[in-house]
């Protein structure tokens, strides 16, 4: 209770001063600012530029206007800052409308605009909507699949410009806790989430990453790098392999090419600068690059404690494009993440309250990828795309446990270093308006050095369970084919195909959808994929010592976990901004490897993080199914909202052959997002923003006592795996704003409530070798926190 009324303090504390350097930022008399907003109009299959395009300012008077030039690039001068509409036209294309074009005086506003060539003949009249929002940018994925703005999303509550704690907003998606940003698609584990960057797979982009998961504790990317993305949470098409539950396809935006420019942000989480601009006047060419540094003891100092110990991270991310007249486009883009945590016991045995505060740990977790993607033009139809990746994570864990005499005793360690070399190459071709063809491969070399050890205080022996170090390889290829028969149908077919060759395990994968519009507002979708996953490398190096004292591999022949996803969706536009989106799903998983053993219940579907090291077989099963509904309002009147509500269940079988819930079968989760935009005089505006999220606990399993005494630690009854679920998990997040345009800078000042009722969630019980007793823990509660943007 102390805690909590201390923690309260500190918030009004916290408020108190963002609404005095909000009222600081009042009394100066308004004038129209403006700001130039640059692009490109592209075909939207063959990614050629568009000349001769208009570019029109929709509402403003008078007109402000261009057209393309030969490179399809355009240039508007002088449009007012705020929230504005533009049109593109183009012969032969459908016209294009973007809504809601954020225009900042601090910064030029940059669009890559693509186009779709229209397929009704030119004595045909249509009518048809503005524009499709919820459509991604991916042509060829029209079911589970909607495109990530940054623009909007970075306007929710509490997300703290995380893409993955954004996407908890979104149909299907649960977060996995408050700590940590990992997701689950619908009833999946996290490790089934594929991360892709400017077309290649790329590892984990999360700080505090452990293997074995697709998440972390918060996002190296910052969404100053990240432009328009799709995220998809099944049956995608069929350029995506190795992943079972969803897709995060992210795209870099460019640098301003032609004037220097600078963001600083300042938190409570740390420090981001970017900065972007030419490499010369006469040159279009660009670099963009961010960098964070942070510590979260501030946080700590001020009541609100997030982690243990001292913990830091630090990252780097950039974007260098050099455009040529003949061989190309050449892009070299990376990132880089550095993060770690100590903890120090305090050598004093009455101030541990718990087993836990007896123990010295080092943690910490490296992220990198540096790639080079090079594009070409062959002909007006046809362009080739081929990237150059390398990529790595280390990941380790030193812990030591204080005797009576507070020494410090080896308990445990683990260190696992993974290292990609990655090479794919995608070739597009546009036959007509109706026809399109892509078709690639990617090839993957993986080199790995894991170990893993830890003390038996039963023997008082230390045991190796993992100590491994070598390379394996994987191959994919793939091809798709875009149909779209008329303004009413567009099929879509392709096939992908997945080989690791240590083991030779092989998968061939159809993957087929379908749209039909009934009219301009209205559309249902079908779509069919069959996926697989490879295992996490350290479950095929997991050894089992023989009786004789030598080691086997056990798991070295293990295949791939697969599934068949089907789904069924509707959509209907109620009008240009609000729409109604439903979808119902099935996926039946197979050939999932699971323990061997007919008395085990366990399974890879309800992995969290980390190798397992039981010996496995293909030769369980999962289900998932549900129903999900989307009411959603595009920025309208300053003012937009998200409802999306699903109902599902996610169940496994493994070699005990009893269907159980997997860890992750909530059962039910709603979010509601929503913001409104208060306009006080033409160049500042005040933002009021709230999202609330209630989902079903996840499952967890009871805590056997009378094994957790004898042996120190947390036990379980692994007969009952999964046969309890935690009660139900309620957030509710606040978000208040003001941004403030000035002749050459925009500044934000914003302050952000995790929790702002301090609603307490339980996270889990543990068994306390220190006092013997179960106990409970909880996600964070109340946090603040406070933020300082300038753009200029």
Known sequence: MVKQTNQMKNLFRTIALTILLMNFTFGVKAQTLTQTVRGTVTDKVSKTPLPGATVVVLNINPVIGATTDADGYFKLSYVP?????????????????????????????????????DIITMDAVVIRPDIEKNKPLNDMAVVSARTFSVEETRKFAAALNDPLRMVTSFAGVVGAGDTNNSISIRGNSPYGLLWRMEGVDIPNPNHFSNVGTSGGGIS????????????????????????????????????????????????????????????????????????????????????????DGVTNYQDLS???????????????????????????????????????????????????????????????????????LLSGNDNGDDEQKLDKNYKPRFYAMQKFVNKKVTFSSVWNHKINAQHSIRSGMYLNRYYFSLQQRELNEETNRVE??????????????????????????????????????????KSVEPRA?????????????????????????????AQVQ????????????????????????????????????????????????????????????SSV????????????????????????????????????????TSEYKALDNVWRNTRFNAGHGMSFTAGKDFLWNKNRVFGLNIRTI????????????????????TKYFESQMYTIQLPDYFRADLRVSLKRNRTRTTTTLALDLMNATNHQNLGGQYFDPQSGKIKSWYQLGLLPVISYRIEF
């Open 220 to 307: 190296i990317l910052s969404t100053q790098m990240i432009t328009n993305s799709d995220f998809m949470t099944g049956a995608f098409p069929a350029e995506y392999g190795n992943a079972l539950a969803g897709v995060f396809d992210l795209n870099l935006r460019r640098g301003n090419n032609e004037k220097r420019e600078y963001t600083v942000q300042a938190s409570m989480l740390g420090t981001d600068i970017a900065v972007e601009g030419p490499f010369s006047k006469n040159y279009r060419g660009s670099y963009l690059i961010n960098y964070r540094y942070s510590t979260l003891s501030i946080l700590n100092n001020l009541g609100v404690k997030v982690t």
């Open 694 to 713: 209630w989902t079903g606990g996840f499952r967890t399993t009871p805590i056997d006592i009378n094994a957790s005494i004898q042996a120190h630690e």
């Open 546 to 605: 023989q009786a004789d004292g030598s080691f086997i591999k056990t798991n070295k022949d293990v295949g791939f976990n697969k599934a068949h996803h089907f789904v069924l969706g509707y959509d209907q536009s109620i009008n240009k901004y609000l729409r109604v989106k439903a979808e119902t799903y099935y996926q039946h998983l197979y050939n999932v490897a699971v323990k061997n053993d007919i008395s085990s219940p366990v399974s890879t579907l």
């Open 513 to 541: 959808s379908v749209k039909y519009n009934l009219n301009e507002q209205r559309s249902i979708s079908v779509g069919y994929g069959l996926h697989s996953q490879m295992q996490t490398v350290g479950i095929y190096e």
């Open 81 to 117: 800052v705020g929230n504005q509409a533009i049109k593109i036209t183009f012969v032969g294309y459908k016209e294009f409308i973007l809504s809601n074009v954020v225009v900042n005086s601090g910064k030029e506003t940059m669009l890559t605009i693509p186009m779709e060539e």
């Open 318 to 388: 950039y974007n260098f494009y050099f455009p040529t007249k003949k061989a190309g486009n050449f892009s070299l883009f990376g990132f880089g993440g550095l993060s770690d945590q100590r903890v120090n016991a305090k050598e004093d045995s009455t101030q541990w309250e718990t087993e836990s505060d007896r123990f010295n740990s080092l943690y910490h977790s490296n992220t990198g990828a540096a790639g080079l993607k090079h594009t070409l033009t062959l002909n007006p139809k046809t362009y080739v795309q081929s990237s150059f």
């Open 609 to 648: 993080e980390g190798y397992m090291i039981d010996p496995l077989v293909n030769k369980g099963y999962g289900r998932n199914y549900g129903v999900e509904l989307t009411i959603e309002q595009f920025l309208h009147n300053n003012l937009y909202f998200l409802l999306s509500t699903s109902v599902f």
């Open 464 to 505: 190796e369970h993992l100590n491994a170090s070598g390379s394996v390889a994987t191959l994919q290829l793939f091809s798709q084919w875009n149909f779209h028969a008329s303004e009413r149908w567009t099929f879509n077919a392709g096939v992908h195909y997945l080989q690791l060759f240590s083991n030779s395990s």
